[in-house]
């Protein structure tokens, strides 16, 4: 159940980043911030690691760009601002925490 819940909340956010990506390309004045974020994740295992990094690198106008040591990655995002950061941990990392650790966002909560 839990991982049916990720996979709809991912392709949810997935379609809406399609089209403001879309919405973008087609204006002739974008609304882009790109902007380039140091992300700190509860991630451990190599597993984590990469499916996280996948999540976000699959979304449109995000990009998994390195991992460093003690759970942080490093994203680009076409949208930069406050939220990003915490969205991910939201949309992505949470769900995924529940689905690879069990419970509600794995040991430490």
Request: charged residues 25%; glycine residues 10%.
């Amino acid at each position: 159940m839990k991982l049916l819940r990720l996979i709809i909340c991912y392709l949810i956010d997935f379609t809406k980043a399609n089209l403001s990506i879309a919405r973008d390309v087609l204006s002739p004045h974008p609304d882009i911030h790109p902007e380039t974020i140091e992300l700190e994740t509860r991630v451990e295992t190599p597993l984590e690691v990469l499916a996280l990094s996948n999540l976000i690198t699959f979304t449109p106008g995000t990009l998994a760009l390195d991992v460093q040591p003690r759970g942080k990655l490093v994203v680009h995002v076409l949208k930069g601002g406050d939220g990003v950061a915490s969205a991910i941990r939201e949309r992505l990392e949470e769900p995924l925490l529940e689905i690879t650790r069990g419970g509600k966002g794995g040991a430490g909560q």
